[in-house]
């Protein structure tokens, strides 16, 4: 039976706002960092200014709607959506020359540019902890490095209300006083993007890769991948039971979360209709698995300019020569699982056609791409590859140079456009000009760019699969197209056939970039996101607060910690000598990676010790 709601206020006890503190592991530019800063935004007070701190302590009294103290959310005003929180957000890594306005700081010699709203939010550390070794163990080392910033972060701010975490949920039982190590922070709120199990090598957003069946065997390798992978699927979704609220960006995520985590499944209530209706709220507990569609922040985009992208449709469609006034935009990460190469080879069927359709060769009319009639553009738009780019990131640097290399192949590189790491205002308008923005992941897990795009007044042509499907109104707002990687072939000229199509008639590309801005605004924007996430924290808290009671109540004694204790020494004593001997075994038939190996989870076993006893005294 679900427990009555206690307070859901804003402000603490002591008179003070929430304190909410977000974990998350690279801050740069993408959609988790994104939805990272939109949460951050949309828990400050609303009169907070741009040039202002939000760690500061703000006087509740001064906030208009701020929620009472003791106030029943049930009863709390549906106009009420502010949080009016202090925020601190703890990462491993943010770039200044890569990441959103909103965490980025002055410079010193630039004295225009104001710090963004979250700028003095952010706190940096455990940036020495490596990534992955040598291409492995990335999963293991985004664990260790998830596990840093929560130690840190529950040190740092000991008294601070709520904890979100993203990407990974492994340090949640940390957080929530698993082994009754600590009485457990307040509450903790968890934002599932995808399971990081159907996220691995072999797997394309949750489906097997092309490669993967090829690569798999029975060999040594292949069994310690599995054991591998075994361990650490099982202890995400062992983590995610502890979490006292479980966010997921989109019906589809719901859904594979479900099918991958049945455990989970069975512990969580889901809230398939994802109502604010309180009668609703009362029949599915806290800890449900709510969707909260992520959301753009509509204040930092450029509305949409119909006049002038009317006028730069009709240029160029009379233009002799490529311009750039309404060009083709893609807008991604530079990550294989994107599917870029698609929209490349979209495009070479569209040049294709157009260069043999100058020289009057039609003999061929079997041929899918000779179907395509010749669109009212006199000259092919060119085509823009944009995008977050780290360099630091083997994958986004191998992948820009296999799209390079992809479009000399085609011949199409003099019509193409790649920009990586652009600026928030060069994206805003990047997607306000566009004739049309193509969106090629399959399976995306939700996908904000199509949002972006849709509110700049550019219609989108996305897979359909995935997130999109949720966001995309087919023929209303974009087109909706079968691009499955399986095959590229056909899911190549179904694209090609998709843009030809708003190539012969750019005014329906005008009308759906219209429709889409009134749909992004109505259902996508930061008020109806506030709203959503003001529910989701004022339900969480008190689930947290009842853990926390629960924990308070039935403490241990000391006698039964030190028996706790000591149990913990000797299973760590226990992996320490039986797992030393058998790393022993393996060293002296393996290479040096795997004494490397050895030594490292030695390290790690040394560490857990370490912390144990720091906890425990």
């Known amino acids: 039976m679900a427990s009555k709601p206690v307070s859901g206020s804003s402000v603490t006890k002591n008179n003070k706002p929430l304190h909410i503190v977000f974990l998350h592991l690279d801050l740069g530019i993408g959609g988790a960092e994104q939805l990272v800063v939109n949460l951050a935004l949309a828990s400050l007070p609303a009169e907070l200014e741009p ?20 106030t029943n959310p049930s009863t709390t005003s549906s106009t009420n959506t502010n949080l009016n929180a202090r925020v601190s957000i703890v990462t491993t890594h943010c770039d200044q020359s890569h990441c959103f ?11 225009t540019r104001k710090p963004g709203r979250l700028a003095d939010c952010v706190h940096v550390c455990g940036a020495a902890i490596p990534v992955h070794l040598w291409g492995y163990g990335t999963v293991v080392f985004s664990t260790l490095r998830m596990l840093y910033l929560s130690y840190v972060a529950r040190w740092k701010f000991p008294d601070a209300d709520v904890y979100v975490l993203d990407i990974l949920p492994t340090p949640i039982p940390f957080l929530t006083g698993w082994l009754n190590i600590h009485t457990g922070v307040k509450c903790v709120i968890y934002y599932c993007h995808f399971p990081d199990k159907l996220l691995t090598r072999d797997t394309v957003n949750g489906m097997s890769s092309t490669t993967a069946t090829t690569q798999q065997g029975g ?9 591998y992978r075994a361990v650490m699927d099982g202890l995400e979704e062992w983590s995610m039971m502890y979490a006292d609220g479980i966010c ?63 006028t730069a449709v009709l240029h160029e469609r009379n233009a002799p020569i490529v311009s750039l006034e309404a060009p083709i935009v893609s807008l991604n990460r530079f990550e294989r699982k994107k599917n870029i190469e698609v929209l490349l080879h979209a495009y070479a069927i569209l040049q294709r056609q157009r260069s043999k359709s100058n020289d009057n060769d039609n003999d061929n009319t079997d041929n899918k791409e000779h179907d395509i009639a010749a669109s009212s553009f006199a000259s092919l738009p060119p085509l823009i590859i944009a995008g977050g780019y780290d360099p630091r990131n083997t ?16 011949q199409i590189i003099t019509q193409i456009y790649f920009r990586p790491s652009i600026s928030d205002a060069e994206r805003a308008k990047l997607l306000q000009s566009a004739l049309c923005c193509v969106y090629t992941p399959h399976r995306e897990h939700f996908g904000i760019v199509p949002l972006e795009a849709m509110f700049a007044g550019s219609a989108v042509v996305a897979g359909n699969s995935g997130g999109p499907k949720e966001t995309v109104l087919h023929n209303e707002t974009g087109v909706l197209v079968d691009m499955d990687p399986s095959d590229q072939k056909v899911a ?45 924290v004022r339900r969480a808290i008190p689930k947290g607060a009842e853990r926390v009671s629960l924990a308070a109540n039935s403490a241990p004694s000391v006698k039964q910690r030190m028996r706790t ?41 040394a560490l857990i010790a370490v912390v144990a006893i720091r906890y425990r005294s």
């Open 51 to 70: 040039n202002s701190t939000s760690e500061e302590t703000s006087d509740p009294s001064t906030n208009t709607n701020t929620m009472n103290t003791g």
């Open 101 to 111: 306005d909103a965490v980025r700081k002055s410079k010193s010699s630039d004295t």
């Open 219 to 227: 060999g040594l390798k292949a069994v310690l991948k599995r054991g």
């Open 248 to 310: 997921v960006n989109s019906k589809f995520t719901q859904g594979e979360v479900l099918q991958a985590f049945p455990k989970l499944a069975t512990h969580v209530n889901v809230n398939l209709t994802n109502s604010s209706n309180d009668d609703d709220h009362e029949s599915n507990t806290a800890a449900g698995l709510r969707v909260l569609y992520p959301a753009i922040d509509l204040s930092n985009f450029i509305p949409p300019d119909d006049d002038q992208k009317t």
């Open 395 to 410: 994958e986004n640097v191998e992948y820009l140079l296999e799209l390079k290399h992809l479009a000399q192949t085609l």
């Open 492 to 536: 190549s000229e179904n694209l090609a056939a998709a843009l030809q199509g708003l190539l012969e008639e750019p005014e329906r590309a005008i009308r759906l970039g219209k429709r889409g801005h009134a749909h992004v605004k109505e259902r996508f924007g930061l008020e109806p996101f506030r709203r959503e996430w003001n529910e989701i």
């Open 565 to 605: 204790f000591a149990r913990l020494l000797a299973l760590v004593a226990v992996v320490y000598q039986y797992g030393g001997e058998g790393l022993d075994v393996i060293q002296r038939k393996a290479t040096e990676h795997f004494k490397l190996i050895g030594t490292i989870l030695r390290i790690v076993v």
